[in-house]
């Protein structure tokens, strides 16, 4: 705009996998305002959090200095971290203090206790260098590989399937390629709301004639652009996925060759989805036979069909059945490998997809090397000097789990480190694991807010905001995004790759990274190194000209690959393996005493647990309070009004919220995004597991509805 600035820095918007590359406005050592910049993600598009969600990094809350809980003051995790409560809890320490006690008693923990009594979570909120160093440090400090974070709660259903399926996790192709496909198919995903910006592309698209099919038991605003909205009953992918694939092969619209030449398979799946007939499945999943028949025509016939999927896919204890029916859709017609084809699980965090590649996941190294292939292995011991665990580590609810094992248990896990996550919000069944986390002996917490988690911490690490530091981070896309420091920390606040090594020096480890801004490039480069051919051709100095680069890029001069499997696919036989899928029911059914269906999801203006959002002006201005939807239909007949408060009751807790009508969400269902301290849906959220990739069932449990 036309305000005079101190100057403009380059970045990359800190909430949603989009990545809209931004430019932050300075003045005065404050950012005024920020502008969308021309990235290949948003042609300079912005949506409202990305333009507005910034004064955060400015909020009085900002934890500025060391804290360390004071003697004798318990944990007490039903209440919530009030600021007027903070130093009746915590007291003000130096940095050498805080370090030496945090450092130490995991260092007793471990010694004492051995390796697998330790755990560490780290952050899609962090940068590729700061999940990279993080994890190195619970590997070869800690000396386990029980590491994880959020990607768990996220898509690691969606990853577990696409990396058995086709073999490798990421995308085939960019969101803005559904500019090049007639059909799109989006399903159990929000897009304008939670990637605002992707749902341009997806809109623009279905104006210049792509036929939009959203799929999802919530109608949501895509809906408007849709040429078919397929309403399925919660709970149903698997019925209604199987359906269009047994249209697909009993109409002879299956890509014959296609399937010859590049899949595995195709027998077994054909055999199983003869039961699921469009007529056998309509009155299961609610979509009229019709329906169902005529969207496979169309996804089979089309030139180029794409399809885009979010949590609704994913969370669930059938999510890595959900998604081997997506690629078996795709397989079987032949639309992958090419533009407007192919497969898009949309990340939600910024930062899910490179601090997955990074190798922030308890059964990986970087770059999806498994932790128990031999060969791997000593490829890594040599590559850091070290011994290390040769066994997966425990995920993120397992972790909350062993955190409450017996005291005789081998694997309980007594002490954490805590990198900007807040698991007190983000976790299921929140009463669950916030009793887990106050009962360890030791949790470390390293945040830029007195978040749910630090609240119940031993010694709070006061961290750097986004716009406080370099480094990268990856898209949906795969592109690898440079976002540059615009401030420094307030107060004592420390960049997080400091905290990281003067954490790992006091563990014993011998880390040397020279340099700028903590040795941030030196830290890429080891990574670049250990993630091999993936981002081998994207150079520090390459991010610093080109500020985004899409992977697999091989070497300097590659442009990158934004459509991959053109020709054969990463697994080892280069084939597609089709997985055939069953029906599996919800862990958790409605029933008499719990009859509607609790379905947590997120919002246009909050982000995630809220930590940040919630303390941004204008995002806070616009959605103050928490809701829950219902269809006014259900409203009616239980005579409730938009604005009335209602208690929603699970077996595993209740929350007090605000009604808001919604015909959007099912007869039978209820809709709460989780981002709420003060009515958190996860009090409620069951702890069920998908058997594959560990993810809780956040799509569906029972509850009960009562006034007031
Ligand atoms: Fe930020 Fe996502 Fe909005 Fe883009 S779409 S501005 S990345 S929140």
Redesign the pocket.
Same mark, same amino acid.
């Given at each position: 705009g036309s305000q005079v600035v101190d100057r403009k820095v380059d970045s990359? +918007?800190?909430? +949603?996998?989009? #990545? +809209?590359l931004?430019t932050y406005n300075v003045k005065d050592e404050h950012i005024v305002s920020v502008d #969308?910049r021309d990235g290949p993600? @948003?042609h300079g !598009?912005?949506?409202?959090? #990305? !333009?507005f #969600?910034f004064d955060y990094v400015h909020h009085d809350q900002r934890l500025t200095k060391p804290l360390i809980r004071k003697p004798g003051v318990p944990k007490d995790d039903g209440e919530a971290p009030r600021p007027s409560h903070w130093s009746e809890v915590f007291r003000e320490a130096s940095w050498e203090e805080a370090l030496e006690f945090a450092a130490g008693k995991l260092r007793t923990l471990r010694d004492g206790h051995g390796p697998k009594s330790l755990a560490g979570f780290g952050s899609a909120k962090g940068s590729n260098e700061e999940a990279y160093l993080f994890q190195k440090l619970v590997r070869t400090g800690f000396q386990s590989n029980n590491v994880d974070h959020c990607t768990r709660l996220c898509h690691a259903s969606s990853v577990a399937a696409l990396l058995e399926g086709v073999g490798s996790g990421a995308v085939s192709n960019p969101v803005n390629d559904v500019a090049h496909a007639e059909l799109v198919m989006v399903i159990g995903s929000n897009p304008t709301a &939670?990637?605002?910006?992707?749902?341009t592309w997806m809109k623009n698209a279905a104006k210049n004639g792509t036929k939009i099919v959203l799929a999802d038991p919530r109608v949501t605003d895509l809906g408007r652009h849709a040429w078919r909205v397929m309403q399925f009953k919660p709970d149903t992918d698997v019925a209604m996925l199987n359906a269009l694939i047994h249209t697909v092969i009993e109409e002879g619209l299956a890509d014959e060759s296609f399937v010859r030449e590049r899949a595995d398979n195709f027998e077994a799946l054909r055999q199983n989805v003869k039961a699921y007939s469009p007529e056998a499945m309509a009155p299961i999943c609610g979509i009229p036979a019709q329906t169902l028949r005529e969207v496979a025509r169309a996804f089979a016939k089309a030139k180029g069909a794409m399809i885009l999927w979010g949590m609704g896919v994913s969370q669930h204890v059938h999510g890595t059945d959900n998604v081997r029916c997506l690629i078996a859709l795709s397989t079987v017609t032949g639309q992958i490998g090419r533009p407007g084809t192919g497969l898009h699980p949309l990340r939600g965090q &910024?930062n899910v997809q490179g601090a997955s590649d990074a190798g922030l996941i308890p059964m990986m190294f970087p770059n999806y090397q498994r932790v128990d292939d031999a060969g791997v292995h000593r490829w890594f011991e040599d590559f850091w000097g070290t011994r290390l665990d040769a066994t997966p580590g425990y995920t993120v609810v397992e972790i909350m789990h062993k955190a409450l094992a017996d005291d005789s248990d081998p694997h309980k896990i007594r002490g954490m480190y805590v990198m900007g996550e807040n698991p007190a919000m983000s976790d299921p069944d929140l009463n669950h694991a916030r009793h887990a986390l106050a009962s360890l002996e030791h949790l470390v917490v390293q945040d830029i807010f007195m978040t749910e988690t630090a609240w119940l911490a031993d010694v709070v690490l006061p961290a750097s905001a986004w716009p406080e530091k370099t480094g990268t981070v990856s @898209?949906t896309d795969r592109m690898v995004q440079l976002g540059r420091r615009a401030l420094t920390p307030p107060g004592d606040a420390k960049p997080d790759l400091w905290i990281i090594q003067e954490i790992a020096r006091r563990m014993g480890l011998t880390w040397d990274y020279a340099g700028d801004e903590c040795g941030v490039a030196a830290v890429y480069e080891e990574m670049r190194q250990a993630m091999h051919a993936a981002i081998s051709g994207i150079s520090w100095e390459r991010l610093q000209r080109e500020s985004s680069v899409t992977y697999p890029c091989l070497s300097e001069d590659d442009p990158g690959q934004p459509i991959v499997f053109a020709d054969s696919f990463p697994t080892a036989d280069g084939r597609v393996k089709l997985v055939p899928a069953d029906i599996i029911p919800a862990a958790e059914r409605p029933d008499a005493d719990y009859p509607f269906v609790l379905i947590t999801g997120r919002q246009l203006e909050h982000?995630h647990t809220g930590s940040m959002t919630r303390r941004a002006t204008v995002l806070d201005a616009i959605e103050p309070l928490a809701t829950a939807s219902m269809n006014g239909a259900d409203m009616e007949s239980m005579q409730l009004a938009p604005g009335d408060v209602i208690t929603v009751r699970s077996r595993r807790g209740e929350v007090a919220i605000h009604l808001r009508r919604d015909d959007g969400t099912p007869s039978g269902a209820v809709f709460i995004p989780f981002a709420y301290y003060e009515a958190a849906a996860n009090q409620l959220t069951n702890a069920a597991l998908d058997p594959f990739g560990k993810i809780p069932e956040f799509k569906y449990c029972a509850v009960r509805i009562l006034r007031g």
């Open positions: 990359v +918007c800190p909430f +949603c996998g989009v #990545g +809209c931004i #969308g993600a @948003n !598009r912005l949506c409202v959090k #990305g !333009r #969600g &939670n990637h605002p910006v992707a749902a &910024n @898209n982000w």
